[in-house]
């Protein structure tokens, strides 16, 4: 079945470090690929997405690059602040069947 | 706003007394379910709607029911809780079809439930 794999966390970086959290996936088709954020006490957002093969989806500094050849979608952002500090989830859509998650990424972001 | 609001936000309550969480979305979104989100083991997803009277079991369907006699509810009953159903649960929305692929869900801010 489809299926989402993220690296587990916790992943703490200090202020201004480079990020990345990985993510692959397994699906039939071609399914959309989402990353949401969930900071604490608070619901998932939407981050960013990408419907399609070789789409960037890019928003607040984090960017993902839809790879079909590698079936990943990897989370990046240059430069971390404190307030990035959350839970990361990776997620994809194959059609019109539910939404399906990684467990999520823990991110702490030290000053 | 478009939004999808859940109540209550907090809620304790006893093994046994029947409770409902409200969930209610404003988008005219067909497609709705519920996820409980527990420490390691990521979002789970109880019931899905994909419209109005049609309901779906999720993965982890046991001792929870939902309805949707309309478009924009879809409360989560739990008829006997139990402490194994303490956990946080989200409501969320989407546009069913092709449209759903390219928005993902919205989601709402979450019920922290304890049942002692």
């Known amino acids: 079945g489809d299926s989402v794999t993220q690296m587990e966390g916790p992943v703490t970086l200090s202020e201004e470090a480079f990020l990345t959290i990985n993510c692959t996936y397994t699906a039939t088709g071609y399914p959309s690929l989402f990353w949401y954020v969930q900071y604490p006490g608070e619901g998932l957002q939407l981050l960013l997405k990408a419907t399609k093969a070789d789409d960037k989806g890019s928003n607040k500094g984090f960017e993902a690059t839809y790879r079909k050849e590698t079936t990943s979608f990897h989370l990046e952002k240059g430069s971390v602040q404190v307030s990035d500090s959350a839970v990361y989830f990776c997620a994809l859509m194959p059609g019109n069947t539910p939404l399906v998650f990684g467990k999520g990424t823990r991110l702490s972001v030290i000053a | 706003e478009a939004q999808v609001t859940q109540n209550p936000r907090y809620l304790i309550t006893v093994t046994g007394k029947k409770l409902t969480v409200t969930c209610s979305q404003n988008m005219n979104h067909e497609y709705m379910s519920w996820y409980r989100q527990d420490p390691g083991l990521g979002l789970r997803q109880i019931y899905y709607?994909?419209?109005?009277?049609?309901?779906d079991k999720g993965d982890v369907p046991e001792g929870y029911k939902v309805s949707r006699k309309e478009k924009r509810n879809f409360p989560l009953i739990l008829e006997s809780p139990s402490p194994n159903q303490t956990s946080l649960y989200f409501c969320?929305?989407?546009?069913?079809?092709?449209?759903?692929?390219?928005?993902?869900?919205?989601f709402g801010s979450g019920t922290r439930l304890t049942v002692v």
């Open positions: 709607s994909m419209n109005v009277e049609v309901t």
């Open positions: 969320a929305s989407t546009h069913y079809g092709g449209t759903g692929s390219r928005y993902g869900y919205t």
